[in-house]
């Protein structure tokens, strides 16, 4: 990085992108950050879901619903909230209570990553800011982007799933999880841990008449965005439940997927 010369004079950039360059360094350890919920059910697949996956995938979930969405979302603002809300597990790692870590541990060492984050990174984006506002549904889009991290949870355990990766029966899943009350009563109804993980998780994506009034939307507005959303999650899970999750994957042209290659 140096000295740019441009039409009408030039610029020093020397330094300039030092913190940009170490906060997307800082996001991407988020790659190498397994998500802990598939680990814990020791799902039986060459490679899990990262938090940098996570991330990446609820952008894609929020691009894809924004014609369906009403207009007067902030995307930017939407877009920053999603990629802020686990960044602090870059530090940290993705830690749960099941592994036996208290809420007031995750809290203590979760805010020491907040803070580190904003002191270091808060000239480039206001992380502390976006973290409160996505942990406290602060406004609409702070509201969707919980709704679209609810949804992506259940869709994580829906592909597991329909790729028959799960053993309910692994006796090295942890008894806090296998034993757990509700886990139990779902799978003497016949339910799979997709069905578990989609019930939980869609109880989530709702939008009250109290956010109804903090939102200043109306109870119409609000029943559309829920609508697109579970919409988005409940197509999903039909295709798990009808097999068809992967029809995709027989629809790419071969033309497309062999091709010569020269290695001389």
Avoid at 57 to 79: F, N
Avoid at 196 to 207: D, G, L, P, Q, T
Wanted: overall charge negative.
């Amino acid at each position: 990085m140096g000295v740019y010369k441009y039409l009408d004079g030039e610029i020093d950039m020397t330094g300039s992108m030092k913190k940009q360059v170490q906060l997307f360094m800082t996001f991407d350890i988020l790659g190498d950050t397994e998500r802990t919920g598939p680990l814990l059910w020791h799902i039986d697949r060459k490679r899990l879901e990262d938090v940098k996956n996570h991330i990446l995938d609820l952008i894609l979930i929020s691009r894809i619903v924004r014609k369906e969405l009403p207009s007067r979302i902030d995307y930017d603002r939407l877009t920053d909230y999603i990629i802020c809300h686990d960044l602090p597990e870059a530090i940290t790692g993705d830690i749960t209570k099941f592994e036996g870590v208290s809420d007031e541990e995750i809290n203590r060492v979760t805010g020491i990553a907040v803070q580190f984050l904003q002191n270091t990174f808060g000239s480039i984006m206001d992380i502390q800011k976006n973290i409160d506002a996505f942990d406290h549904s602060s406004d609409l889009e702070a509201k969707i982007a919980k709704m679209i991290d609810k949804i992506h949870s259940a869709s994580t355990f829906i592909k597991y799933q329909s790729e028959a990766n799960v053993d309910m029966d692994n006796p090295d899943i942890i008894p806090i999880l296998r034993n757990h009350p509700v886990v139990v009563e779902k799978i003497a109804e016949g339910k799979d841990l997709a069905d578990i993980f989609y019930e939980f998780h869609m109880a989530s994506v709702r939008i009250s008449d109290e956010e109804c009034r903090r939102y200043h939307i109306t109870r119409e507005e609000a029943d559309h965005i829920v609508a697109v959303l579970r919409s988005f999650a409940e197509e999903m899970y039909s295709q798990k439940r009808d097999g068809s999750l992967f029809d995709v994957y027989g629809e790419f042209p071969k033309e497309a997927m062999k091709y010569n290659r020269n290695r001389s």
